[in-house]
């Protein structure tokens, strides 16, 4: 028994994968979860339109600022600047003073602050008013102090951009699309070339004058039309069942579909060509896609809240890219000319997996 123990040590200790598995994975999980699932606000993007630029509303501006909480990406001049901005998606919040803001306050009249944030992402909106509303308040009481009169009230008003009712499923609705394509599309094309291998068909390509870009091609095209009918019947869900709005081309986001699915099957394939079992590509697929674009990807949790390293990480999802997309078309209205640095993002990425599946898949052949 004692040798028997022993010996199943040696196997483990020898086996690279249950090393792994066994250590790195927990590990793995629990800094993904504590540094990507956080309700902290940190370097929120928001842009400023000062209609008085005087000592008071440079002063408010300057302890938003320094708060840590938010980053100030840049001065608007004018209020058609706040959509363009919104839309291009460089910032989160605006926020605008009135005129005579500083005699306004020194009058003792109630100036007013109006605060809009681009509830695309409700939890974060409503994260970003209440910050800011909290400065805003924080000043007030502090601009009151040592003054015979009642405290100075300054009034902020709020505005949602894109969703006013702060309806949760236009944040889980584009994020579910975009997980739901990249992990069927990814698992149905990962098991295809490691079936072959496994029920020894295999032979049959080797020996076809068929190349191994034509063997990619075939094995992925006929999952490219499934796969748009998926993605067909989850926007109609979305759109006819909750209410999911479409301010966009809808001609636009079917093609920005395409494109995705086909950076999703094409994934599938480079998982099935280091693959020797179905099973093997299937785990790799599932497991090793899952957490990350669930986590990474803005899905759910904010990626301007995380550490700037899982930032960067976060930039090698597809899934993040996809949302943006989902989000700018069907909430904002926005067309190619807001889209296209992310589209040609998620381009570059299938061309990467499809060279990385023919480069393994001729390694297999010699």
């Not at 200790?13 to 999980?29: A, T, W």
């Not at 605006?94 to 695309?120: H, M, W, Y």
């Not at 920005?256 to 994934?267: C, V, Y």
């Not at 957490?291 to 390293?309: C, D, K």
Request: hydrophobic share 50%; proline share 4%.
């Amino acid at each position: 028994m004692k040798a028997f123990i022993i010996k199943e040590f040696y196997h483990i200790f020898r086996d690279v994968r249950s090393m792994v598995i066994l250590f790195g994975m927990p590990i793995v999980q629990v800094m993904l979860f504590g540094f990507a699932i956080t309700n902290d606000l940190k370097d929120a993007r928001i842009a400023i339109l000062d209609n008085s630029r005087d000592v008071e509303s440079m002063r408010i501006v300057d302890k938003i600022t320094s708060s840590g909480y938010f980053k100030l990406e840049k001065e608007l001049q004018q209020p058609s600047d706040i959509e363009q901005s919104f839309r291009s998606g460089k910032i989160k919040e605006a926020v605008v003073f009135e005129n005579n803001f500083a005699s306004k306050l020194g009058s003792g009249q109630k100036p007013e602050i109006q605060i809009i944030a681009d509830a695309s992402d409700p939890n974060m909106a409503n994260l970003l008013v209440n910050y800011t509303n909290g400065i805003v308040m924080n000043y007030s009481m502090e601009y009151s102090q040592g003054l015979m009169e009642p405290p100075i009230e300054i009034t902020t008003e709020s505005r949602m951009m894109y969703n006013e009712e702060l309806k949760s499923v236009f944040l889980f609705i584009p994020g579910t699309i975009a997980v739901i394509l990249l992990l069927l599309s990814a698992m149905m094309t990962s098991i295809s070339i490691a079936r072959e291998k496994e029920l020894g068909t295999m032979e049959i390509l080797l020996v076809s004058p068929l190349k191994p870009i034509q063997i990619i091609v075939g094995k992925v095209f006929p999952y490219i039309l499934f796969s748009f009918i998926n993605a067909v019947v989850i926007l109609f869900l979305g759109y006819f069942v909750f209410g999911m709005p479409l301010s966009g081309s809808l001609m636009l986001l079917l093609g920005e579909s395409i494109i995705f699915i086909i950076m999703a099957l094409a994934l599938g394939i480079f998982f099935s060509t280091i693959s020797n079992s179905q099973q093997t590509a299937m785990m790799l697929s599932m497991f090793v896609m899952m957490l990350p674009t669930i986590l990474l990807s803005g899905f759910i949790f904010p990626i301007e809240n995380m550490p700037e390293l899982l930032q960067w990480f976060c930039n090698l999802m597809p899934t993040k890219w996809f949302i943006i997309i989902l989000r700018g078309i069907m909430l904002k209205g926005n067309g190619i000319a807001q889209l296209w640095q992310e589209s040609l993002i998620i381009i570059v990425m299938t061309l990467v997996f499809i060279g990385l599946s023919i480069k393994k898949f001729k390694i297999r052949l010699q």
